[in-house]
């Protein structure tokens, strides 16, 4: 590998310096994860803002990177082929590697694999993905990024070539693969757009980060509170963590009002319990009734009577239909309606039977809780008393700019729901007593009036890692919007939006173990502890349990593989100011890759003008 001369070496170092402050950041608390993403980041500025060199002649299909109208870099994608699949690095490479590791080791590594790993997924899949409303969504802003060689939009460039890589039954669905199959010889990369985005997620991690540490403080506020004279964390975790002293039985039963059944789990020999309070269980988009059986079957062994329903419209035979190409929606329009719906017709119909069917008669109907994942919680708080609000769906959707907030385009799709002189769906159910809501969306579709219009007991739990809806828009800042006052904001540092989800065996993709999070066994252990603390509290008003709902209980019980906290109060201006600080600079921010880039640039046209042969 041929030494760089000394005046590429001075600009290299200058450049080095600056992206060494973003790398620094990145690999502190808060960005595990995130960590392979910049690492591609570094390798790929790397590779196209270093000092030029001479690029072989022959090469036709290159990426080409623009910052502005004057600056570009190219690289031949046969030379990131070459070294995707041999790790053999050409003399077009060479220069710019002591560049890349010098800023991290392990970027070029993480490159070769990003390039090369293949995703799961069939041709058709791709392909009815992609024509939907959010994939055309998506392609449309992706478009903006990456455009064709006549800087056109490369959206439907993008889309004919991951197709057609998927249909490729030798290479696969891979990132080189993809950019092979672009229609056009070069692609071309717009770094400036491509950095508001960057910057957007950078600002989102940062403030993410902010929010969730001031969870944390706040939990430590109170972590020296006293247990109730006689308790213990023995004892609690006694009450709590062992499975319940009643076998759970299963009924499967089929209702009027669904086209698929419910599973209903009863506690066997129930007389010492009656009546028993009920919790109806409402899963996610892409998931079905068997998703929180683990649940379901740990609070039948603690007395509760749980019915888990499926919603066909949204179930995982809704995704095998968007995959195979029967629908082309990802969900139908007025799911947003039958989802809670339905929660309140099971309940009539079941409580309808009670008077002829012994095995529903010991089941209060009046006195019922409910926990919702996802489009779950959607649908737990929208039952608990939050309307669909209508007015600020059509306020903020479609949304004029890129969301990293991917259920956004979900809740958006709400908004042709009711004629334009109609401003809120009201679905709320008065026998709801009780609302745990897991990872749910709520921004856009409740918003801060619908949020408090709830008044009975809301747990909402949130995962930092949650990259589909993430913790501040959707469970933080909402969590500020209610008025009830027992409320309760439970967070596992380093859950995902996937990490409480039991896995049935009959899912329709295989999800690989990381999207689960680091340890999703203890995740699905904190939301049986955590769930029964809550409802034990709130439907049956046993009090011995009300501790469990402390930092406390929970610094005690946590793990340090996912920390948990838990907060009953966050005040909005407080979060609001940390929130500005954040933004504002004041607080140890990480530097923006749109900053960092501006002073690569002007570093660079400091040198003079420099020729590509």
Not at 173 to 180: C, D, F, G, M, S
Not at 460 to 481: K, R
């Amino acid at each position: 590998m041929k030494d760089w001369n000394d005046a590429s070496r001075a600009s290299s170092f200058c450049q080095r310096k600056t992206m060494n402050r973003i790398v620094n950041r990145y690999q502190t608390k808060g960005f595990r994860g995130w960590r392979v993403a910049f690492q591609i980041a570094i390798a790929l500025t790397s590779l196209t803002l270093a000092t030029p060199v001479n690029k072989p002649a022959h090469a036709a299909e290159k990426i080409t990177v623009s910052l502005g109208a004057t600056f570009e870099r190219s690289i031949s994608v046969e030379a990131l082929e070459i070294y995707a699949n041999e790790g053999r690095i050409t003399d077009e490479l060479a220069p710019y590697v002591s560049y890349i590791t010098d800023i991290d080791p392990n970027a070029l590594e993480a490159v070769r694999g990003l390039l090369t790993q293949r995703a799961d997924v069939d041709v058709t899949t791709v392909s009815q993905f992609s024509y939907t409303p959010q994939g055309e969504y998506v392609l449309n802003e992706i478009g903006k990024i990456f455009r064709t060689g006549a800087r056109l939009s490369g959206g439907k460039g993008l889309r004919g070539a991951a197709i057609l890589a998927a249909a490729d039954d030798a290479n696969g669905l891979t990132i080189l693969n993809v950019i092979k199959q672009f229609p056009t010889p070069v692609l071309r990369i717009d770094l400036q757009q491509g950095l508001a985005i960057a910057n957007q997620a950078t600002d989102s991690l940062q403030e993410t980060r902010v929010a969730l540490d001031l969870v944390e403080q706040l939990a430590l506020q109170s972590i020296t509170e006293a247990f109730p004279s006689g308790q213990s964390i023995a004892e609690l975790n006694r009450l709590a963590n062992q499975p319940g002293p009643f076998q759970a039985k299963r009924l499967t039963t089929i209702v009027k009002t669904s086209q698929a059944p419910v599973d209903v789990y009863l506690p066997q020999s129930p007389a010492s319990i009656s009546p028993m309070p009920t919790v109806i269980i409402s899963h996610g988009f892409g998931n079905e009734r068997k998703t929180y059986r683990y649940l379901a079957e740990f609070l039948a062994s603690h007395g509760f009577a749980v019915i888990n329903v499926e919603h066909p419209g949204s179930s995982a035979d809704q995704l095998t239909a968007l995959i195979s190409g029967r629908t082309s929606r990802v969900v139908p329009d007025d799911e947003f309606t039958r989802r809670p719906e339905t929660i309140s017709q099971v309940l009539t119909e079941l409580e309808n039977r009670a008077a002829q069917d012994k095995n529903f008669a010991q089941i209060d109907f009046n006195n019922v809780g409910i926990i919702g994942q996802s489009f779950g919680g959607y649908t737990a708080l929208a039952v608990a008393g939050a309307p669909i609000n209508l007015a600020s769906l059509r306020a903020n959707c479609p949304t004029l700019e890129f969301s990293l907030n991917v259920v956004v385009l979900l809740q958006c799709q709400a908004i042709n729901l009711a004629p334009l002189n109609i401003n809120e769906l009201d679905f709320s159910d008065p026998r709801i007593k009780a609302v745990i809501a897991i990872n749910p969306m709520t921004s856009l579709i409740f918003g801060p009036e619908s949020m408090g219009n709830i008044e009975v007991p809301v747990m909402m739990m949130a995962g930092s890692s949650d990259t589909v809806a993430p913790a501040l828009p959707e469970q933080v800042i909402p969590f500020t919007w209610l008025t009830t006052p027992e409320r309760h904001l439970l967070v596992m540092d380093g859950g995902t939006h996937f990490s409480t989800m039991g896995i049935t065996g009959e899912e329709t993709f295989q999800l690989p173990p990381s999207i689960f999070g680091p340890v999703p066994e203890v995740a699905q252990n904190y939301t049986q502890v955590m769930s029964l603390g809550f409802l034990s509290t709130y439907l049956r008003n046993d009090l011995r349990y009300r501790p469990i709902l402390t930092s406390n209980f929970t610094n005690r019980f946590s793990e340090p593989e996912m920390p948990l906290n838990i907060v009953d109060n966050l005040d909005a201006d407080l979060l609001t100011q940390q929130l500005k600080l954040a933004a504002a600079g004041e607080l140890p921010v990480m530097l923006t890759l749109e900053q960092a880039f501006n002073d690569m640039a002007t570093q660079e046209s400091q040198q003079g003008p420099q020729q590509e042969e």
